[in-house]
């Protein structure tokens, strides 16, 4: 902690406040640099009787995390708090201040908001662009663009100029016909609003009723959401942490109009610099395989795992739904289930010959991978093997640990499946349509049995005027003939089971 000069410069400020009146002169100023925090408990109280000045830079800012309940935080003076923002990236952001307008983003007119109840058959019809001047609303996320590097300057006067304590806001659910399809309806995109990360998990503070316990926070400079779902078993991806950086705008997927809130309890005091990530270590008491596309410098994460009590459908708090890169030349995978698109899917359980059907999709041709990240979690037992439905390839994946392939953008995006046990059928790529050879020699025919299903059904032997001239069950042995004691000549040989129908000619002679 450094000393007070006539300007102060509270610097690296990293001890906790506890029942303390602070009192700061009314000559001085208060900053807090980037890294630097004050951290004030429940139960204690500061008085700043100056003005107060929160600093950014690229990478980190300073905080302030106000846990008290009861406005015992008073600030007399001017306020003011930086969000160091890059060039070129859409950034979703908030006010820290009560009295902050979209003026604040200098050299730009590109600042929206999201208006989820004006989404009818496209879910990008929800965007309004702000004209200048307006004012921004605490708890509401804004996205901005800027050609330029800025630092924001949220400013306001009073003590009730920073942003603290709790706030509430309205989220929708809009069932519009046409309707968009469900993973695309109940976006809103809301905002951390405090000069202080916040903590998902937070034991209270939080009003979710209206949502599904997930918060996506787009990285702009990897093209791609980060996600963290809470609920019954919290979990990450794309780096996803349970932390949400100051004055950071943020989605959350409405379940139903209602509404979300926020309270101070919910600030952490223990982070050291925003808008940094971290993330802790993982275990997990669960199956499950996380997969990793990358190609062209990018990567996109996606999950399946299987928790008892969960469904095939999609289950609030369980599940989280895919956002999109913004970046159509992001590869992107998923999970995709009767018009869903997951970005994590929670599944019941592990059965043999297990399917799982994984979407891929990118605007850019080229090669890609898709890769067994070393977050999965799987017993030794357990086979995993993805199959390329496009190729006809089908790989030991816990064994080869990723897989190579050339995209074509006009390729379907259902190309790949995931298969948990699967059969010798599945593993050698047998079909039903190859589930028997046939073939003749002299007056014998030949028929090989590939798949190792028991099947039930006949074996017909028609002439060419389409009469049965021999008939024999379909056996369980591997290989069985028939002999035709016909005329030389063209022969119709039909397998027909409970699972498929073949047909072959062969040329029988006597």
């Known amino acids: 902690?450094?000393?007070?000069?006539?300007?102060?410069?509270?610097?690296?400020?990293?001890?906790?406040?506890?029942?303390?009146?602070?009192?700061?002169?009314?000559?001085?100023?208060?900053?807090?640099?980037?890294g630097g925090l004050i951290s004030i408990k429940q139960g204690s109280s500061m008085y700043i009787g100056t003005d107060f000045k929160i600093n950014s830079v690229s990478g980190s800012s300073g905080y302030f995390s106000d846990q008290t309940t009861n406005g015992d935080v008073t600030i007399t003076g001017n306020v003011s708090v930086e969000r160091f923002l890059e060039k070129d990236i859409w950034h979703n952001v908030a006010s820290p201040v009560s009295s902050a307008n979209s003026g604040v983003y200098t050299g730009t007119i590109l600042v929206f908001y999201y208006d989820e109840s004006m989404v009818y058959n496209d879910w990008n019809f929800g965007w309004v662009l702000m004209n200048t001047g307006t004012a921004l609303t605490p708890f509401r996320?804004?996205?901005?663009?800027?050609?330029?590097?800025?630092?924001?300057?949220?400013?306001?006067s009073g003590p009730a100029a920073l942003n603290t304590g709790g706030?509430?806001?309205?989220?929708?659910?809009?069932?519009?016909?046409?309707?968009?399809?469900?993973?695309?309806?109940?976006?809103?995109?809301?905002?951390?609003?405090?000069p202080s990360p916040v903590d998902w998990q937070a034991a209270s503070g939080w009003t979710k009723t209206s949502i599904n316990d997930a918060k996506y926070i787009w990285d702009g400079t990897n093209d791609l959401y980060t996600i963290w779902l809470g609920g019954g078993s919290p979990i990450g991806i794309n780096g996803g942490t349970?932390?949400?950086?100051?004055?950071?705008?943020?989605?959350?997927?409405?379940?139903?109009?209602?509404?979300?809130?926020?309270?101070?309890?919910?600030?952490?005091?223990?982070?050291?610099?925003?808008?940094?990530?971290?993330?802790?270590?993982?275990?997990?008491?669960?199956?499950?395989?996380s997969l990793v596309a990358e190609g062209d410098g990018h990567s996109d994460e996606t999950i399946v795992r299987f928790i008892e009590g969960t469904t095939n459908a999609f289950d609030r708090n369980w599940d989280a739904t895919k956002l999109f890169s913004m970046n159509p030349d992001v590869p992107q995978l998923y999970f995709e289930n009767k018009g869903y698109e997951f970005a994590l899917n929670t599944l019941p359980q592990i059965k043999d010959n297990l399917s799982v059907p994984l979407d891929f999709k990118c605007a850019k041709a080229g090669y890609y991978t898709i890769n067994l990240s070393d977050r999965t979690n799987l017993e030794p037992q357990t086979g995993l093997y993805l199959k390329d439905m496009l190729e006809q390839k089908i790989i030991d994946l816990k064994q080869e640990q990723s897989y190579g392939f050339y995209h074509d953008p006009a390729n379907d995006n259902a190309r790949f499946k995931l298969f948990f046990n699967?059969?010798?059928?599945?593993?050698?790529?047998?079909?039903?349509?190859?589930?028997?050879?046939?073939?003749?020699?002299?007056?014998?025919?030949?028929?090989?049995?590939?798949?190792?299903?028991?099947?039930?059904?006949?074996?017909?032997?028609?002439?060419?005027?389409?009469?049965?001239?021999?008939t024999q069950p379909v056996p369980e042995n591997k290989l069985i003939h028939l002999e035709i004691n016909g005329p030389t000549g063209y022969y119709i040989v039909r397998v027909q089971t409970n699972q498929s129908v073949i047909n072959s000619k062969v040329l029988i002679f006597n």
């Open 141 to 156: 996320g804004y996205d901005v663009l800027d050609s330029t590097e800025i630092t924001v300057d949220y400013t306001g």
């Open 422 to 470: 699967p059969s010798q059928d599945v593993i050698n790529n047998i079909t039903p349509d190859d589930y028997f050879t046939v073939y003749s020699s002299g007056k014998k025919i030949f028929i090989i049995k590939n798949t190792v299903i028991r099947l039930k059904g006949d074996v017909i032997v028609y002439n060419l005027q389409g009469q049965v001239v021999a």
């Open 167 to 194: 706030y509430t806001i309205g989220v929708s659910l809009t069932n519009s016909t046409p309707t968009e399809i469900a993973s695309h309806k109940g976006w809103n995109l809301v905002a951390n609003p405090y």
């Open 242 to 289: 349970q932390y949400i950086p100051s004055n950071q705008g943020f989605w959350v997927q409405a379940t139903s109009n209602g509404n979300f809130g926020i309270a101070n309890a919910v600030r952490t005091g223990f982070i050291t610099g925003t808008p940094d990530f971290y993330k802790s270590e993982e275990v997990f008491d669960y199956p499950l395989v």
């Open 1 to 34: 902690m450094k000393k007070l000069k006539n300007i102060v410069g509270l610097k690296k400020l990293s001890s906790t406040i506890g029942f303390l009146l602070v009192i700061i002169p009314a000559f001085a100023q208060l900053t807090i640099d980037p």
